[in-house]
T-cell receptor, first 114, second 113 residues
Framework: DQQVKQNSPSLSVQEGRISILNCDYT??????FLWYKKYPAEGPTFLIS?????DKNEDGRFTVFLNKSAKHLSLHIVPSQPGDSAVYFC?????????????FGQGTRLTINP | EPEVTQTPSHQVTQMGQEVILRCVPI?????FYWYRQILGQKVEFLVS????????KSEIFDDQFSVERPDGSNFTLKIRSTKLEDSAMYFC???????????FGDGTRLSIL
C-alpha cells in the first residue's frame, strides 16, 4: 500500500533557512491532506492540513502547497528552528462508508542544525 | 489543551498472553481509532469506532483483536493471544467529526517476548 509516499527519509537544514518536506500520492479520491509532526516517545501531533480545492494553506511559519495535477504536496517551514527537529508525516484520509482512516507516508526526519 | 491519554506507556507480555491497551480519548470526540507502527515501518490503521460499533477495520485486525468502549471515557484494544509480530507502538486517536483532524495519544510500546 503506497498511496502516500515520502521519498526522503531524512533532511538536514540550517537554523533560519527554509525546510521543504515533500509528499506524493496516488489516490485521486483523497479530498484533503494533513501533516503531522512526531517527537521521540510522543504521538503524532497535527500540524496543518489542506483541502483538495485549495493549492495553499498557511499557518504562521508553516505553509502547505498542493499540486493536484502532479499529485504532490509539500510542507514549507520558514524560518526553521531547532524545535522543528522531528519526524514529519504526510497523511490523507480514506473515507469508506462514512468511516475515516488515515493513510500515512513513511515520514521524513527533519534535523535543524544551529 | 485536551489530549488523548494512553496507558501503559510500555507493556511487556509473554507470547500467547492477552493484553489490553487503554486509551482515554478527548471528551467531546465521537470517532475513535487505533493505529500501530512496527519499528522502522509506516503508521498503519487498525480500526475505527463510532456510535459504539466498529465502522472500519484493516486486514491486520483479525479475530485476535477487539475494541471496546466500556464506559463514557475509556476506549480499549484487546489482543487475545499475542504473537511476536504484534510487537509495535500502538497509537489511539480520536476526532470530533466533520473536517476535524485526528488527535493522537503518545502510544503504548508493546513488546512480546
Amino acid at each position: 500500500d503506497q498511496q502516500v509516499k515520502q521519498n526522503s527519509p531524512s533532511l538536514s537544514v540550517q537554523e533560519g533557512r527554509i525546510s521543504i518536506l515533500n509528499c506524493d500520492y496516488t489516490n485521486s479520491m483523497f479530498d484533503y491532506f494533513l501533516w503531522y509532526k512526531k517527537y521521540p516517545a510522543e504521538g503524532p501531533t497535527f500540524l496543518i492540513s489542506i483541502s483538495s480545492i485549495k493549492d495553499k494553506n498557511e499557518d504562521g511559519r508553516f505553509t502547505v502547497f498542493l499540486n493536484k495535477s502532479a499529485k504532490h504536496l509539500s510542507l514549507h517551514i520558514v524560518p526553521s528552528q531547532p524545535g522543528d527537529s522531528a519526524v514529519y508525516f504526510c497523511a490523507a484520509p480514506l473515507i469508506i462508508q462514512g468511516a475515516q482512516k488515515l493513510v500515512f507516508g513513511q515520514g521524513t526526519r527533519l534535523t535543524i542544525n544551529p | 489543551e485536551p489530549e488523548v491519554t494512553q496507558t501503559p506507556s510500555h507493556q511487556v507480555t509473554q507470547m500467547g498472553q492477552e493484553v489490553i491497551l487503554r486509551c482515554v480519548p478527548i471528551s467531546n470526540h465521537l470517532y475513535f481509532y487505533w493505529y500501530r507502527q512496527i519499528l522502522g515501518q509506516k503508521v498503519e490503521f487498525l480500526v475505527s469506532f463510532y456510535n459504539n460499533e466498529i465502522s472500519e477495520k484493516s486486514e491486520i485486525f483479525d479475530d485476535q483483536f477487539s475494541v471496546e468502549r466500556p464506559d463514557g471515557s475509556n476506549f480499549t484494544l484487546k489482543i487475545r493471544s499475542t504473537k511476536l509480530e504484534d510487537s509495535a507502538m500502538y497509537f489511539c486517536a480520536s476526532r470530533a467529526g466533520g473536517g476535524q483532524p485526528q488527535h493522537f495519544g503518545d502510544g503504548t510500546r508493546l513488546s512480546i517476548l
